[in-house]
């Protein structure tokens, strides 16, 4: 059941991969924490569909709606989430402007000595960076477990244009 919810989560097919959800509670299957994943998976990428179009406030607060009632039924089930969970939410977070939220969440994350890929921070700084918040695109950049590059060379040149504009 797993590959079918995956398989909507690709596609960013919301309905599909909530109705997957419910097959699980339908069939007496407990889903497990990919299967939470993918639910998440597929709210970004539906909501990144969307976004060619600009999605409506209505519909950005029923996606963030929707990862709330996700993360309720994990804690209701004792699921934690694992790292590919704090990756969507994260992603889905940025996508929808909650970018001090996804930064709170990471930082949680690495408090409770969770694992953190550098995915994940690459798109909390990067977003944060968005928002010319460089002290904490650098403070993210710096949980990395390898440089990246490219993070640092566009926290780099938002340096050098704030300092320019002062």
């Known amino acids: 059941m797993n590959v079918i919810t995956s398989a909507g989560a690709e596609r960013g097919d919301i309905d599909r991969t909530m109705a997957m959800l419910e097959e699980f509670e339908h069939?007496?299957?407990?889903?497990?924490?990919?299967?939470?994943?993918?639910?998440?998976e597929a709210l970004w990428k539906n909501l990144d569909r969307r976004t060619r179009k600009v999605p409506t406030e209505e519909f950005i607060v029923s996606c963030l709606s929707?990862?709330?009632?996700?993360?309720?039924?994990?804690?209701?089930?004792?699921?934690?989430?694992s790292h590919h969970v704090i990756r969507d939410y994260v992603e889905l977070l940025c996508r929808t402007s909650e970018v001090e939220t996804a930064t709170g969440l990471v930082y949680e994350a690495l408090g409770n000595n969770s694992f953190v890929n550098n995915?994940?921070?690459?798109?909390?700084?990067?977003?944060?960076?968005?928002?010319?918040?460089?002290?904490?695109?650098?403070?993210?950049?710096?949980?990395?477990?390898?440089?990246?590059?490219?993070?640092?060379?566009?926290?780099?040149?938002?340096?050098?244009?704030?300092?320019?504009?002062?």
């Open 119 to 166: 995915k994940t921070l690459y798109r909390t700084a990067m977003a944060n960076l968005n928002i010319q918040n460089i002290d904490e695109a650098r403070k993210l950049a710096n949980f990395t477990s390898e440089p990246l590059p490219f993070l640092m060379n566009a926290i780099e040149a938002a340096e050098c244009a704030a300092q320019e504009n002062t």
């Open 66 to 81: 929707e990862a709330d009632n996700l993360l309720t039924m994990m804690e209701e089930k004792d699921i934690s989430p």
């Open 27 to 40: 069939n007496n299957i407990e889903p497990n924490t990919d299967t939470f994943s993918f639910c998440f």
